[in-house]
């Protein structure tokens, strides 16, 4: 359980997918002049993140992994078919986005008209592949920390186009120098957002080294001593260069 919670907060805070490794930036800065639309945007998102990364993590177990075939006959244990992990996770991730895509012109043709070529465009957002690799590279041990670490990386997404999407609709009736109207006080902003969540770097990880035993302090000799270890330094040199 422990870990779950570890991981669940850790992909939203620390490991955030626009502030930590700047992934999904284009549908971040394109879509976020409305709340309502990245709040649309952000929710197909995490739909899109919690079933594909859950899915590539079987493809990747079962079918891609060095020996990964092992289960149809031990003369597949040699196969390794990890050259097609690109081609299978973006096929998957496709099929899902084409579901979204489905689901959402059937039910919210407002907001299916709001997002425009950007509902589809999520099949090739990096933010969304990027989730499959990262799971991929840090070999989560099981599907349910995958299911895990899909979901709460599109809530960490989530919560990033959010955050700009209602900062913006709030700067506009702010008196921005000419120059950095647009994109250029969107960019400050995320920079700054960005700083902001670096913060929570330490949140869980702690110091897990054992405390350091603590040095008591040398009491400082008297002042008495020291004249007199001077004075037998002295007489001792003084009788060493007499002839």
Aim: charged letters at 15%; a positive charge; aromatic letters at 10%.
């Amino acid at each position: 359980m422990l870990e779950h919670l570890e991981l669940f907060f850790r992909s939203i805070f620390v490991d955030n997918m626009v502030f930590a490794v700047f992934l999904g930036m284009c549908s971040y800065l394109a879509v976020s002049k409305k709340v309502t639309t990245a709040v649309g945007l952000g929710a197909a998102v995490i739909f899109v993140l919690g079933v594909t990364v859950p899915l590539n993590w079987l493809l990747d177990k079962y079918l891609l992994q060095d020996g990964a075939l092992v289960w149809l006959g031990p003369e597949y244990a040699d196969y390794d078919l990890s050259f097609l992990s690109f081609i299978l996770f973006i096929a998957t991730i496709a099929t899902m986005v084409q579901l979204v895509e489905i689901v959402v012109e059937k039910f919210s043709p407002s907001l299916y008209n709001s997002l425009g070529i950007f509902l589809p465009l999520i099949a090739v957002n990096c933010a969304i592949l990027g989730g499959s690799l990262f799971m991929q590279t840090r070999d989560i041990p099981n599907i349910g920390l995958a299911l895990n670490y899909g979901i709460s990386s599109g809530i960490g997404w989530f919560l990033a186009i959010l955050a700009i999407a209602a900062i913006r609709e709030k700067i506009r009736y702010s008196n921005v120098p000419a120059p950095l109207r647009g994109l250029g006080i969107t960019f400050i902003i995320t920079g700054l957002m960005g700083i902001g969540f670096q913060s929570f770097g330490g949140m869980l990880t702690g110091d897990n080294e054992p405390p350091e035993e603590t040095k008591t302090p040398l009491r400082r000799p008297k002042r008495k001593k020291k004249l007199k270890r001077r004075l037998r330094k002295t007489k001792k040199q003084s009788l060493i260069t007499k002839p």
